[in-house]
């Protein structure tokens, strides 16, 4: 077991001593991981619809949601409204979208709450807006005594009944950064909402051999390592066979001992083979010098006798004893001796 001096669980998890005990929707074992699936309790449906009330007139008070007179209307509004649809099963309210001018045009969204989410199917959905528009143009009085109208009036002629939209609460579950990554989801027994990860959905993440697991980033595929092979890449897509990549190291490992081998064999040869060439190059040119040298007609003579080609008498005034002087004969055909 692992002791830890401080928690390392992520997003609010603790450590018991043993684990870490994860807040709602996280899991992993350091609560790293927001789950790929958020239970929702109850599913929502809103049906846009457009009624024209004659009974009173239009002001542009209407307009501004924070007036007393908008307030006192959508008080007023919302209570007649709970009258008319509440024979629309899993009614559970209206809410004003904009109030216009003619007498007065209120658009306004009806909401629907289903608890069991296999009832929300399209036929559901469908029934429902026949319902609600049924209701709306059987209606003229909101609300009457002794057959007059104390509430408003309606023009039956004037109503519009959009299609249901389903309200995707997934938002609403889950830190802002990841809303894109989920929406909702209905499987074959409940509306959930499911992560970009999660199988149910059509666009989910593919990791190939890996899993999807949704990080406080985003999503992100954890690849597997089998016994057999190594998966990489961002998607888990690139399989590495295990032997085969050892194999292929050793190989590779092996070749490149044999090149330094060969490399270090060449230079301990190419370095002696190089020092014989030099020695053998200077022995060759000091057989040279020694033979320049025997083959050279030199010939040495004392010091002592110097001899100067010369056909007549040549006579050397005396510089030390003034008118005085002395002939040297010259043997010819000599140029100099030294």
């Known amino acids: 077991m692992i002791a830890f001096s401080a928690n390392p669980c992520k997003n609010g998890g603790s450590w018991n001593g043993e684990k870490c005990e994860c807040q709602e929707n ?12 958020i239970e929702i309790e109850n599913v929502e449906a809103t049906v846009n619809v457009s009624v024209r009330i004659t009974s009173q007139k239009y002001s542009d008070n209407l307009k501004d949601n ?7 209307f959508s008080r007023d509004f919302e209570q007649q409204m709970d009258i008319i649809y509440d024979d629309v099963d899993g009614y559970k309210g209206v809410e004003i979208t904009s109030i216009r001018n003619g ?16 009832e929300f199917s ?23 005594t002794g057959g007059n109208c104390t509430g408003f009036t309606f023009d039956s002629s004037q109503v519009t009944v959009q299609e249901a939209v389903i309200t995707d609460v997934c938002g609403s579950l889950v830190p802002d950064n ?16 499911a992560s970009i990860c999660h199988q149910a959905r059509n666009d989910s993440l593919k990791c190939g051999t890996g899993k999807c697991g949704m990080t406080n980033s985003g999503p992100k595929c954890y690849c597997d390592l089998t016994d057999g092979y190594w998966y ?31 490399l270090t064999v060449y230079m301990t040869w190419f370095k002696k083979t190089t020092k014989e060439y030099l020695r053998k190059r200077e022995d060759e040119e000091n057989k040279i010098i020694s033979e320049k040298w025997a083959d050279d007609d030199f010939e040495w003579h004392s010091s002592e006798i110097i001899t100067v080609v010369n056909t007549g008498t040549t006579n050397f005034d005396n510089p030390i004893n003034e008118g005085e002087s002395y002939t040297t004969d010259v043997t010819p055909g000599l140029e100099s001796v030294f």
């Open 26 to 37: 996280y899991n992993g074992p350091l609560c790293e991981f927001l789950a790929d699936i």
């Open 103 to 118: 007498s007065i045009i209120v658009d306004h969204d009806v909401i629907i709450t289903v608890t069991d989410s296999e």
């Open 66 to 72: 924070t007036s007393d007179a908008f307030k006192t």
């Open 232 to 262: 990489l890449g961002d998607f888990c897509t690139i399989a590495i066979h295990k032997n085969g990549l050892i194999g292929g190291l050793s190989a590779t490992l092996i070749l490149l001992f044999l090149c330094l081998l060969a």
């Open 122 to 144: 399209p036929d559901y959905l469908a029934e429902t807006v026949k319902k609600i528009e049924k209701s709306l143009k059987n209606t003229t009085c909101t609300n009457s």
């Open 178 to 193: 990841l809303k894109q990554y989920y929406k909702l989801t209905f499987t074959n027994n409940k509306a959930i909402c």
